[in-house]
């Protein structure tokens, strides 16, 4: 998601803030502004009020929206596994532990106050908090069973080890079972949240936290589409087709 860059002044209201950048909330959030019903001040004012240094403010707010891009023309193919799965647990699975917990808070916070306006925040939240449960045993278990194993397979394909197809048939399940399970049950539980949500659309007269709950969602949707194609199409099919050839060796 490209967002274009705020202008951030004095003048500038709470509100308008969030309202152009989403992910300006956490800063807010943290120093416990009121951004949604309540962010009818100007930043001038909030500082005043807070006790706050406007540009130091000023500078949270641009770093929180920084965003950085990742060419489309990447071969992730070509990368080494060692890299690869290095690539995926300090940017994907890193990603996941920060963001995870802030969505989690931003949701239940959003649902307590609007579910008799929104009926469908409940299963919303439901869904949610069985994507959370599921993440962190699924994370653990990847990079404490499944990354070590393939680096394994991988160096004992590169080498030509003598013990890489005993190493084969010992372990290759853990492989079998995170595509063929964990993936499904997590891709289960965002199409359900893409439908509660009508694909992270609010409606027209959503008041501003109704935008940020959708944004975050939205985010954590997109990140983890990259990170399953990353594992499914990328590092998976590569091990597996390690594994065949080892066992023949």
Same mark, same amino acid.
């Given at each position: 998601?490209?967002?274009?860059?705020?202008?951030?002044?004095?003048?500038?209201?709470?509100?308008?803030?969030?309202?152009?950048?989403?992910?300006?909330?956490?800063?807010?959030?943290?120093?416990?502004?009121?951004?949604?019903?309540?962010?009818?001040? /100007?930043?001038?004012?909030?500082?005043?009020?807070?006790?706050?240094?406007?540009?130091?403010?000023?500078?949270?707010?641009?770093?929180?929206?920084?965003?950085?891009?990742?060419?489309?023309?990447?071969?992730?193919?070509?990368?080494?596994?060692?890299?690869? /799965?290095?690539?995926?647990?300090?940017?994907?699975?890193?990603?996941?532990?920060?963001?995870?917990?802030?969505?989690?808070?931003?949701?239940?916070?959003?649902?307590?106050?609007?579910?008799?306006?929104?009926?469908?925040?409940?299963e919303l939240q439901d869904q949610f908090h069985q994507l959370y449960d599921e993440s962190f045993p699924h994370l653990a278990m990847e990079e404490e069973i499944l990354f070590p194993y393939i680096r394994q397979i991988a160096h004992a394909y590169h080498s030509r080890e003598s013990y890489a197809s005993l190493l084969v048939r010992t372990l290759r399940k853990p492989v079998e079972n995170v595509m063929q399970h964990e993936h499904e049950t997590i891709s289960k539980i965002l199409n359900r949240i893409r439908?509660?949500?009508?694909?992270?659309?609010?409606?027209?007269?959503?008041?501003?936290?109704?935008?940020?709950?959708?944004?975050?969602?939205?985010?954590?949707?997109?990140?983890?589409?990259?990170?399953?194609?990353?594992?499914?199409?990328?590092?998976?099919?590569?091990?597996?087709?390690?594994?065949?050839?080892?066992?023949?060796?």
């Amino acid at each position: 998601m490209h967002l274009p860059e705020i202008n951030i002044t004095e003048e500038s209201f709470v509100s308008d803030v969030v309202r152009k950048d989403y992910r300006t909330a956490r800063v807010f959030r943290k120093h416990e502004i009121d951004y949604c019903c309540g962010g009818k001040w /100007t930043l001038a004012v909030i500082c005043e009020m807070k006790g706050l240094n406007f540009y130091q403010l000023k500078k949270e707010l641009t770093l929180s929206a920084k965003t950085v891009q990742l060419s489309n023309t990447i071969r992730f193919d070509t990368w080494s596994i060692d890299f690869l /799965t290095d690539y995926i647990v300090n940017i994907h699975h890193h990603y996941l532990r920060d963001a995870l917990p802030q969505v989690k808070k931003q949701l239940d916070h959003f649902t307590v106050s609007h579910s008799n306006r929104y009926v469908y925040l409940a299963e919303l939240q439901d869904q949610f908090h069985q994507l959370y449960d599921e993440s962190f045993p699924h994370l653990a278990m990847e990079e404490e069973i499944l990354f070590p194993y393939i680096r394994q397979i991988a160096h004992a394909y590169h080498s030509r080890e003598s013990y890489a197809s005993l190493l084969v048939r010992t372990l290759r399940k853990p492989v079998e079972n995170v595509m063929q399970h964990e993936h499904e049950t997590i891709s289960k539980i965002l199409n359900r949240i893409r439908l509660l949500t009508d694909s992270y659309q609010s409606p027209p007269n959503a008041c501003v936290s109704h935008g940020v709950t959708f944004s975050l969602l939205k985010e954590l949707d997109n990140d983890l589409v990259q990170h399953v194609y990353l594992e499914n199409q990328v590092l998976f099919p590569r091990a597996i087709a390690m594994e065949k050839e080892l066992l023949l060796m």
